[in-house]
């Protein structure tokens, strides 16, 4: 069989690794091309495009990118044809794959979503076009199928691809000396994987490390980008390390975290953590707009009430993330509740293996005749 995935971030790249090697297992002849990242080439995906080249963020940024994206839409529409998939796997990043789902629709080509947009939290009504453009959805947040299912959407929950990404997780046995770090307690500070993030999310890290002269403060850098994006905390005395997230959670007594995948991944690795986000003003000005949820992190969302802490926008500066820093290493009190709320979030999650059940969907899926 001839698989097409398109994811368009790091997250995204690594879920879609772990589908790859699933789907291996069970169709060791088939053949993977798609946009995606390093993960996905290193397991045997033919990289047609780095998601690098298309990846923009805030609702702003994106109308001021459209030419380009536009570009890339049309030029992964003309590499699908080419390689004429049996199926076409789409990861996420849902303001670009909802167009190509559609243009995929009409080529009579089956459309599998792997971690649908979230159209619960804003623009309810791109549900009608995930019911028209889908063949399948796989769902990785507990609540979203039964939203789905109300809207006659064909969506199941397969359990959150986290699970299986750190249940086979080993820690660097010399992760200090590694990275030449000493014993003093660690704060991971977590900026993001995207340009703007980094850039933006920074800023603040950086001055907030100031006001804790006790703690040891390490930047989780991501190497798909330009280390010039770190130069300011590289500057300013800050330990940065690239690619070993994981290994810095299970070392971290607390963590500074932007909104995203990284907020999950913080709770599974029992760290407690602060919430933060900021994006341009005018991007922030439509997303409150259209957003209908009262939280941003997954660990809120998933839990259903205040874990976390969430500091956004003008909320995100030094004095404001300084305190509630203060409260997580402090308070045992504080602690002990965002804890017990982990332990709340990882009962609901359950216990799916996501990649292998979605592999097996596809695969089952494919072997239907066809009328």
Not at 114 to 127: D, F, G, H, T
Not at 224 to 230: E, H
Request: glycine share 6%; hydrophobic share 45%; charged share 20%.
């Amino acid at each position: 069989m001839r698989y097409y995935l398109i994811s368009g971030e790091r997250s995204g790249d690594l879920h879609a690794s772990n589908l790859i090697k699933a789907l291996k297992s069970l169709d060791a002849s088939g053949s993977f091309r798609g946009m995606g990242g390093g993960y996905s080439q290193e397991v045997g995906m033919e990289l047609a495009l780095p998601y690098e080249e298309v990846a923009v963020m805030g609702f702003w940024e994106v109308v001021l990118g459209f030419r380009k994206i536009l570009k890339y839409l049309n030029w992964i529409k003309n590499d699908i044809l080419q390689f004429r998939p049996d199926v076409l796997i789409l990861i996420d990043f849902g303001g670009f794959n909802m167009k190509i789902a559609s243009w995929a629709k009409e080529q009579g080509i089956p459309v599998h979503y792997y971690i649908p947009p979230k159209v619960w939290a804003w623009n309810q009504k791109r549900v009608f076009k995930i019911k028209r453009f889908t063949d399948q959805v796989y769902c990785i947040l507990p609540f979203e199928q039964d939203f789905f299912n109300q809207f006659g959407v064909k969506a199941v929950y397969v359990g959150n691809p986290l699970l299986d990404e750190i249940a086979g997780f080993e820690p660097h046995p010399f992760f200090h000396q590694k990275n030449d770090l000493n014993y003093q307690p660690i704060i991971a500070l977590l900026p993001g994987s995207r340009k703007q993030e980094v850039t933006l999310m920074l800023q603040i890290m950086i001055k907030v490390v100031r006001m804790f002269p006790n703690a040891q403060f390490v930047v989780a850098g991501v190497s798909n980008l330009d280390k010039v994006f770190y130069q300011p905390a590289i500057e300013s005395g800050i330990k940065v390390i690239f690619d070993q997230t994981y290994d810095l959670l299970h070392h971290a007594t607390a963590a500074i975290v932007t909104s995203g995948t990284a907020t999950l991944e913080a709770a599974l690795f029992r760290v407690p953590q602060l919430v933060v986000y900021k994006t341009s003003p005018l991007s922030y000005a439509i997303g409150k707009k259209l957003i209908k949820v009262n939280f941003i992190s997954l660990v809120n969302l998933i839990a259903g009430k205040e874990v976390v802490k969430e500091l956004i926008q003008k909320d995100y500066n030094v004095a404001e993330v300084t305190h509630q820093l203060n409260l997580i290493l402090s308070n045992v009190f504080h602690k002990a509740n965002i804890l017990n709320g982990y332990d709340e979030v990882k009962i609901k999650l359950g216990k799916e293996s996501a990649s292998m059940k979605v592999a097996r969907y596809i695969f089952e899926s494919l072997q239907r005749p066809t009328n």
